[in-house]
């Protein structure tokens, strides 16, 4: 019987915080990483001279809807489900399905989910929606990929150099 494989939210979690992280020093803003992983924010972003704490989150494209989780969980802490109201000023959403980078304010979505609507409703709804084109950041972020020949080149003996 073939073994399911898990999720690695680690990685998938390190790649928005780079993409963030690249949108918001393309834009200008100036960005702090706190030491450590122990804190209720992701970065620091300088935005008009001023200072504000954006909690990282992945995106996911869900029914036209752009949902992520508006909380922590500390199960494996012995803990539930924690808000970020009053820890963070910001999301940061990057949703790798539409390649796109959200600024959203905590106090916008509610405890448990945000959901931002990418495609129009089906039953043209536009109350008790909200929408995703406020919260896009100008710039699209170029994802970083790597090539399957740089992936070739590096081996258990260390990185070859590149081919002239």
Known sequence: MEQLKKRD?????DLSEATLLR??????????IPW????????IV????ALFKVQVKTGRLRMGSIQFNAYTSHAH???????????????????????RVFLVPVEDVTERLG??????????????IRLAD???????????????????R???AGVAAPPS
């Not at 949108?23 to 702090?32: I, N, R, S």
């Not at 950041?137 to 992936?151: F, H, I």
Request: hydrophobic fraction near 30%.
């Open 46 to 49: 300088e935005i008009d001279g």
């Open 36 to 43: 450590g992983e122990n804190h209720r924010y992701d970065m």
């Open 134 to 152: 406020p919260y896009v950041l100008p710039e699209a972020p170029v994802q970083l990929v790597v090539g399957l020949e740089v992936l070739k």
């Open 77 to 99: 802490r012995n803990g539930g489900p924690r808000s970020y109201k009053g820890d963070a000023d910001f999301f940061g959403v990057y949703c790798p399905d539409v390649q």
């Open 23 to 32: 949108a918001f020093v393309q834009l200008g803003y100036g960005v702090a």
């Open 9 to 13: 939210t680690k990685s998938i979690g």
């Open 115 to 128: 959901c931002l609507r990418w495609e129009r409703t089906k039953n043209r709804q536009k109350r008790k």
């Open 154 to 156: 590096v081996s258990s």
